[in-house]
């Protein structure tokens, strides 16, 4: 029976959900399964995007059946990656279908022929970076994304509704269990651990590869993100492009101890336990231990990239390093892991050897710092050693971060403290005449319960404000974490003397008082009447009454703290190939040893002063 899921203006998600699978292509552990993503577009012309693996092949088919039904023929399928999870049903999809024309790259045909017997070259369409398809109301445009994770990749741009069909970017372990949608999900509870595996052992190797995909990205507007693996992405996008930032940029996600540990007999554990009590008594906090005898390796290299401290600890075996550590440390240089702080303790009866071993591999790593207070133990720990160990625990704290506060004076007002107070984001608009506008706020508070008043403040420079002057009349709406930055862009990055800011608005409403409001990013509303008004330097303070107020939803409400870690853009993070200038207003990039003097920020419009130089 099919099971297809409308994900957008008919775009159908009409992949399968493999519970069975114990091992992803046979190397890494999947309790909880994996999901094979494919997507059908009905428009003038049916555009399919990628297959599936044969094992729910089956359910595809019939997905893709039902929908076409007997008066559509499939007239396009894009294949982004030609791996077999993705592309394995290509041949029989070719018998049901033999009219199709297969839209692919060079490389990707070149592979066509390899995995397959039928006549790809009377079917092909072959597209290259910036080549586009339209099939009626949508067009597809193509961008080259080698090596991630296979060289033939490349990923699909929906440019009508902004859908980036990313192939095995931003997929994740894990089957789909009825909600498909990243934010009906407590994802960093339940799906943060098994993207942080799948992307460090699927793609990790190939961070600069990477790095490049997000480049391009970053230069486009997405509304909804379509991996081929795991929940799709249509809201808080910037929250999970930033992990992606990280992980490929080899910067810790969290500054932590990770202690990976053989031991054979127990005394090489019992070391282990001594140094990470030492550590959490030094101050350390996160920290996480994995005896590599019993945990999968796929886990410890995932936790190696999420954190910033790394001990070995092994016991010597046979002149080198017990098997079960020495695979998993050169699993972790395979998948290329850069710039981490590195401590090691050997074990040895007679010719304790692990630790020097341990650490060439590690010093063959780019950007590894050793820590240079190696323990080693004899058989077990003695008391000697057990002090050792403590030093070492001692030393390792010290090159973590501090979270120190400068001293205080009272003679200075410091400005970031200001950034503590908590307070939310709101979209306030007016109306003078017959031009709308609006300004993003971050004061509006309940002044009075009964009568029901508030008040607001306004830069005074605003256009918003000299409308409020004006008219006496404005909206509150109160924004939630939906809201996404195309948002902030409109109302907060340009001004209304300039630009229309309600052009292209489909979802607007006026309340009673005539003015608009914004009913899909926020979760009330307040139509208000000014009953006073004064100056205070760069603002102006409003108090009024409450005309009309109503519930929107139950969506949480966005605060600032919110916007700056989740939707604000991330600056890229510092590695020595990137230097550029950041955008303080916005956050924007921009790569290159210069900015020019008439340079404005693609985002917030601002000029070069809003900029500051990062990375030289």
Known sequence: MHNERLINDGIYWIGGNDRRLSLFEGVYPSPRGVSYNSYLVMDDKTVLLDTVDKAVSAVFFENLDFLLGTSRKLDYVIVNHMEPDHAASLGELILR????KIVANEKTFSMIKQFFSFDADSRAQYVKEGDTLCSGKRTFAFVEAPMVHWPEVMVTYETSLKILFSADAFGTFGAINGNLFADELNFDRDWLDDARRYYTNIVGKYGDQVQSLLAKAAGIEIEMLCPLHGPIWRKNIAYFVEKYQRWSSYTPEEDAVMVAYASVYGNTENAVNILTSALAEAGARNIVVYDVSVTDASIIVSEAFRCSHLVFAATTYNAGIFIKM?????????????????????????????????REICESMTGWKVIDNPVTVFSSVKKDQAAQIEALAAKIVDTMPKNTIAPHNPKVLNPVSFFKMSYGLFLLTVRDGGKDNGCIINSAVLLTDTPKRINIAVIKANYTNDIILKTGVFNVSVLTTDTPLKVFQRFGFQ????????????????????????????????SCKVISSSDWGTHTLYTAEVTEAALLSNAPSVTYQY????????????????????CKVCGYFHEGEELPDDFLCPLCNHGIDSFEKVGF
């Open 97 to 100: 279908y033999p009219e199709v």
């Open 326 to 358: 020495e695979e998993v440390l050169l699993d972790i240089r395979s998948h290329n892991l850069q710039n981490r702080t590195v401590a090691f303790i050997e074990n040895g009866s007679w010719a304790p050897n692990s630790g020097r071993l341990m």
């Open 563 to 582: 916007y700056s870690s989740n939707i604000k853009p991330k600056p890229p993070i510092a590695t020595t190939k990137k230097k550029g200038y950041i």
């Open 495 to 526: 001004s209304g003397r300039n630009v229309d800011k309600f052009a292209d608005c489909v979802n607007k409403q006026r309340s009673e008082n005539g003015l608009l409001y914004a009913p899909e990013y926020a979760n009330a509303f307040y």
